[in-house]
């Protein structure tokens, strides 16, 4: 069954960097696009790109590009988001989801991460 | 940049109601549009993809309509786990993704 697992919660000072992971399934790394979705404290929902597992080609949002780098681990079937340059407006929870091949919802997601910045 | 509204931005509703939530484009769309349901403390589930088809196993009495720049879901018979959050999210080939800002449903 499809499932995607990501690593686990961070504290981070303003100005460092932060890399989440995001183990995939067999068939979803192989057969699908990834993309990185975040969540600020009691807000909405915001598609911060995407990549294609198998090539390690990655789409960025215009607002986080300069910012973010999607990369992948074939052997590992393992996904990474770095955010770097980090700012408290970076708090949120940080969540990988699966597009299938065959639509363009996301039907899969990964149980979050919580980055959490502060001084 | 194309801009998702949905309405209303909450409501309460009880079990059994008939609910229908809508969300606009700022210019048309087509098909492209799905719809999510949040929980709180955990992760969105799939709903409805390309506004009208119905993701596999989630329940029937959910249903999407609409296209160009009106959309909307409706849930045909409010059930208690039903709570929560809806997002409705535009797609493109740039690729781009798109999130309303939510509508937070509560049962009376």
């Known amino acids: 069954q499809a499932h995607l697992v990501q690593s686990g919660a961070e504290f981070k000072r303003p100005g460092s960097s932060v890399r989440v992971s995001c183990k995939a399934s067999?068939?979803?790394?192989?057969?699908?696009?990834i993309s990185w979705v975040r969540q600020a404290p009691g807000q909405g929902l915001e598609w911060m790109g995407r990549i294609i597992p198998v090539l390690n080609r990655p789409n960025y949002a215009q607002k986080f590009q300069g910012r973010v780098t999607f990369t992948a681990d074939e052997p590992a079937r393992t996904l990474y988001m770095e955010l770097t340059s980090l700012r408290s407006e970076d708090t949120a929870v940080y969540f990988c989801a699966r597009i299938p091949n065959y639509h363009f919802g996301m039907d899969v997601w990964g149980q979050g991460t919580t980055i959490i910045v502060s001084s | 940049d194309i801009q998702m509204t949905q309405s209303p931005s909450s409501l309460s509703a009880s079990v059994g109601d008939r609910v229908t939530i809508t969300c606009q484009a700022t210019?048309?769309?087509?098909?492209?549009l799905n719809w999510y349901h949040q929980k709180p403390g955990t992760a969105p589930k799939l709903l409805i993809y390309d506004a009208s088809n119905l993701e596999t196993g989630v329940p029937s009495r959910f249903s999407g309509g609409g296209s160009g720049t009106d959309f909307t879901l409706t849930i045909s018979s409010l059930q208690p786990e039903d709570f929560g959050t809806y997002f409705c999210q535009h797609y493109d080939n740039i690729p781009r993704y798109t999130f309303g800002q939510g509508t937070k449903l509560e049962i009376k």
């Open positions: 210019y048309d769309i087509t098909n492209s």
């Open positions: 067999r068939d979803t790394f192989s057969s699908s696009t």
